[in-house]
């Protein structure tokens, strides 16, 4: 009887001896590319295929080259119907790892930094009825990684700092933690590298040269690895910066581009500001044409004019005494009338759209002339004033009266005078008038109005004007 060592060598020999002569193929036998297990916790290897393996005959191992190392065998196993027969596994890692039926698994109970490395599972498969077997050699590579602590940030210098003079280093780093990769974020937002903002290879170190005033904000990291993430609290940025975006402005008068225009004898106050760390101070400059006269100081003006017509410039400085950085800005105060209400009103007017206006006044001609037709249509403007030029003076001025009036006026003698060849116009036109079938029963009515005057003033003038308006 053999001893159980000699089997267990010459098992050895046998499956090292198939898997070297046999062609190698992965062909419908998967294993992840990659595993990463955390420190101290077990991982399994399990192998996946896409056929059937009810009462296949397998012949396998599994194998391991450490970084840096060369293969050893782990495991060296048959299956036959499902079931593991034969199992070999290395002396030397048989408390470390042991192989799983029927998946053909291998289990690494306990990780540690000797389990990382690249794991090969060779594999001989006979089906039934197939002649020749399938071969096939897959590879996984496992690591095994520490979970990250939380990350602790610093700053240096930790006070604030100059723009444009001083540099700021940032670093992030881990108490526990393998394979760690850093990564910086602003405000929420992740920092990318540029020429001012440079990294360290594994990103723990950001650099920030020179610093600006866009650089303020609250930082913090993430540190990560393949099992784990943390993030850190996080710091402020300040940084000292300015003058930036000076402007004067004022509550009084009317302002155009950088003119301020004023009611003569009016207190007018200007405010100069601009976006600083710390605060500025301000200087007020009165400006002439060979001079120049510093007025004020601090941040707001007061001035009181008088002259109309006046024009007087001024100067607003501001001058930042850390960063020794100065901006000014310039404006000129114009003394005129402005008044209110209407004036006011005008002047906001005034930037009316001009397109407006030309539209506002092709209308204004267009209704000034269909009025102009209707007039002339309706009233008849030229023969009006022919009748009034050609009616006599005292007729023009006599008041209009509706014929019930005084008559007295009317009381005279009145005769028809017969014009040859015009006899029949003449009695047609006395026929149509009186009624009468004569020019002689015409002439005797007349004579009879004459004659027969009413004694009575009112009567008579009455009678009298009805017979005038029948002739």
């Known amino acids: 009887m053999e001893a159980p060592g000699r089997k267990t060598f010459t098992a050895l020999c046998f499956y090292t001896a198939l898997f070297t002569m046999s062609e190698v193929s992965s062909e419908g036998i998967y294993l992840p590319s990659e595993l990463h297990g955390v420190k101290g916790e077990s991982l399994v290897l399990s192998m996946v295929t896409q056929y059937r393996l009810e009462g296949a005959e397998i012949q396998g191992s599994w194998y391991q080259t450490p970084p840096g190392g060369r293969k050893e065998l782990l495991v060296a196993f048959e299956t036959v119907h499902n079931r593991s027969a034969n199992q070999v596994s290395s002396m030397r890692h048989r408390d470390r790892f042991s192989f799983r039926s029927p998946d053909m698994s291998l289990l690494i109970p306990r990780l540690d930094e000797a389990a990382e490395g690249e794991y090969h599972l060779e594999l001989s498969i006979q089906f039934p009825n197939k002649k020749d077997p399938l071969t096939a050699e897959v590879t996984v590579t496992v690591t095994v990684d520490v979970p990250v602590s939380t990350p602790v940030i610093e700053k240096n210098p930790s006070s604030t700092v100059v723009e444009d003079k001083e540099n700021v280093t940032w670093t992030c780093s881990v108490r526990n933690g393998t394979r760690v990769r850093y990564q910086w974020l602003r405000n929420d937002v992740h920092v990318d590298a540029s020429d001012r903002h440079r990294f360290s290879q594994d990103n723990s170190v950001l650099t920030i040269s020179p610093v600006r005033k866009e650089d303020i904000g609250q930082y913090h990291c993430l540190a990560r690895n ?20 000076l402007a004067v402005r004022s509550d009084h008068g009317l302002r155009t581009g950088e003119v301020f225009t004023v009611n003569p004898g009016e207190l007018v106050f200007f405010h100069c500001q601009a976006d600083s760390n710390p605060p500025n101070s301000f200087m007020w400059i009165s400006k002439s044409r060979n001079s120049t006269e510093v007025i004020a100081v601090g941040q707001r003006l007061q001035i009181t004019s008088y002259k109309l017509a006046q024009a007087e410039e001024f100067l607003c400085r501001a001058f930042n005494n850390v960063t ?8 000129t105060m114009v003394v005129a009338r402005l008044g209110t209400g209407k004036e006011k009103f005008f002047q906001e007017s005034s930037s009316f759209n001009p397109l407006a206006g030309v539209i506002l006044t092709f209308l204004f001609v267009i ?8 007039f002339r249509k309706t009233c008849h403007p030229k023969r009006v004033l022919l009748n009034i030029y050609n009616r ?23 005769e028809f005078v017969s014009i040859p060849g015009k006899m029949e116009s003449t009695q047609a036109s006395s026929r149509s008038l009186a009624h009468r079938e004569s020019v002689q029963d015409l002439h005797t009515t007349i004579y009879d109005v004459i004659r027969h005057v009413p004694e009575t003033p009112a009567l008579a003038t009455q009678g009298l004007l009805g017979r005038h308006c029948e002739a």
């Open 226 to 245: 393949h099992i784990s993430q943390e993030r850190s609290l996080t710091k402020d940025l300040s940084v000292f910066y300015g003058p930036y975006n």
């Open 324 to 331: 020794q950085k100065q901006d000014e800005t310039q404006f």
């Open 367 to 374: 209704v000034s002339c269909v009025l102009l037709v209707y």
């Open 392 to 414: 006599p003076l005292t007729e023009q001025k006599r008041p209009h009266r509706s014929g019930h009036e005084d008559a007295t006026e009317d009381f005279g003698i009145y």
